[in-house]
């Protein structure tokens, strides 16, 4: 990889660090760009924000020219650390809007749509350029950045998933809305790993840290490590090309 060469590109990464809805890609994602110094890019903030838009204008997925023309009316905000996890609609944060409902249940749909993909494609290439990046999302890895130095897939059962964000979100276990935080997930499961286009699956190089029943900062720590690791091998030969190195083996979020 070119940019392999690059002194600089040695010691910040690109990171790519993909998985499904809730596996806790945006939030271990930032901690562990934090701990290192690298910035952050939370990537489904982008198609929320399209979907939310969209869901606003009456603008339905059989007009794809029209949801493309929205992407221009969106951008991410970084917070004081440089991590770009909130999202802008014409200059006002509109972060916890598009993390909503409607937009959960919308979003996989509209995410589908190969016109909006490839405008949001260079988009997210260009953030990366520069390096020392964790950019999260579902296709960062396979499409978005098939050369990053490191790729990571968290995995984690539907079920500790949806329990995950209903906790988040203060609700009852037990309750309706439980069941259709779980039914959502499924949903976008099915939606984002079968579609055509850029699905959700690991990259055959990506190590897979699977964080059921793991504390949040043990899957940090196994990405931290995971960073540490392929920049100490990069800072050792600098003229190693990591596309060339063998397969990692799995690992849970200890190791
Ligand atoms: O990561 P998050 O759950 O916020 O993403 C919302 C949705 O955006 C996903 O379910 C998926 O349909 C879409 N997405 C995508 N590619 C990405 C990031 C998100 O298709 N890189």
Redesign the pocket.
Known sequence: MEASRDPDRARKLVVAL?G???SG??SVGAAAALRVGYRFC???????AV?WLALARNISTSHPHAVRGLVDEVDLLPDQAGRLSRVLVHGQDHTDEV?GPE??VA??V???IPEL?LA?LER?RVLAAAGGMVM?????GTV?LPDADLKIFLVASVEERARRRTEERGLDPQGPEAAAILDALRR?DE??ST?PV?P?RAAADARIISTDGNRFEDTVDAVVNAIRDVEARLAADPDRDPDREPKPEPSGAGG
């Open positions: 993909d499904p809805g809730s890609k945006s939370d990537t489904g903030l982008l198609y929320r979907t993390r937009v959960d979003v996989s509209f995410a589908a993909r949001l997210q999260a999302g579902r296709d960062i978005v976008r939606l984002d579609r850029a959700l």
